[in-house]
Antibody, heavy 126, light 109 residues
Framework: QVQLVQSGAEVRKPGASVKVSCTAS????????MHWVRQAPGQGLEWMGI????????TYAQTLQGRVSMTRDTSSNTVSMELNNLTSDDTAVYYC???????????????????WGQGTLVTVSS | HSALTQPRSVSGSPGQSVTISCTGT?????????VSWYQHHPGKVPKLIIY???QRPSGVPDRFSGSKSGNTASLTISGLQVEDEADYYC??????????FGGGTNLTV
């Protein structure tokens, strides 16, 4: 069965960086893109970006450009999201979420999320 | 890209139907049939209930249905049940390989 297992909760000071990982199992890792989504306390879901496990440049939300980077490691079926220069506004639960579109040589992504990681709480506090 | 617009809250009685709207722009909902909906119970992981505007994943009851007209997508839940009480989010592809969520709607049953 498809599983996305994320790394544990993190606490950081303002200005620091955090890296959250997401390890996939139960499917062919390179056949499905991965998104990152976050939810701040009392707020809605926010799309952060998408990465192709086969390679190429990720696409990030404009609001996070310059502070976020997403990487993948096909040897361990893991995608990671690093967010830099943290502020209290970055306190949130961070989710990895698989795009439901199967990708062969070419694909047209539907940008829907069929499986989610369990979430990782990142707290930014001085 | 601005968030899609959803009503903050809706309510209904058990057995009734409710519809949640999700309004976007020409850059997202109006142009692409890539609208999805998620049910989110507090403290749990969001659950996909509709994708590609109208499609239901296996295991999602047919009480949940989706539609779209112009730049507005809608989620209809018929035969409301107490367990349907949750937050609901729409999401759309928004061109240039980005996605955008709605602000979320709290459903009270």
């Amino acid at each position: 069965q498809v599983q996305l297992v994320q790394s544990g909760a993190e606490v950081r000071k303002p200005g620091a960086s955090v890296k959250v990982s997401c390890t996939a199992s139960g499917y062919t890792f390179t056949s499905y893109h991965m998104h990152w989504v976050r939810q701040a306390p009392g707020q809605g879901l926010e799309w952060m970006g998408i990465i192709n496990p086969r390679g190429g440049s990720p696409t990030y939300a404009q609001t996070l450009q310059g502070r976020v980077s997403m990487t993948r490691d096909t040897s361990s079926n893991t995608v990671s999201m690093e967010l830099n220069n943290l502020t209290s506004d970055d306190t949130a639960v961070y989710y990895c979420a698989r795009d439901g579109t199967f990708c062969g040589e070419n694909c047209y992504l539907s940008y829907y999320f069929d499986f989610w990681g369990q979430g990782t709480l990142v707290t930014v506090s001085s | 890209h601005s968030a899609l617009t959803q009503p903050r809250s809706v309510s209904g009685s058990p057995g009734q139907s409710v519809t949640i709207s999700c309004t976007g722009t020409r850059s997202d909902i109006a142009t692409y049939n890539y609208v999805s909906w998620y049910q989110h119970h507090p403290g749990k992981v969001p659950k996909l209930i509709i994708y590609d505007v109208t499609q239901r994943p296996s295991g999602v009851p047919d009480r949940f249905s989706g539609s779209k007209s112009g730049n507005t997508a809608s989620l209809t839940i018929s035969g409301l049940q107490v367990e349907d009480e949750a937050d609901y989010y729409c999401c759309s592809y928004a061109a240039t390989f980005t996605g955008v969520f709605g602000g979320g709607t709290n459903l009270t049953v």
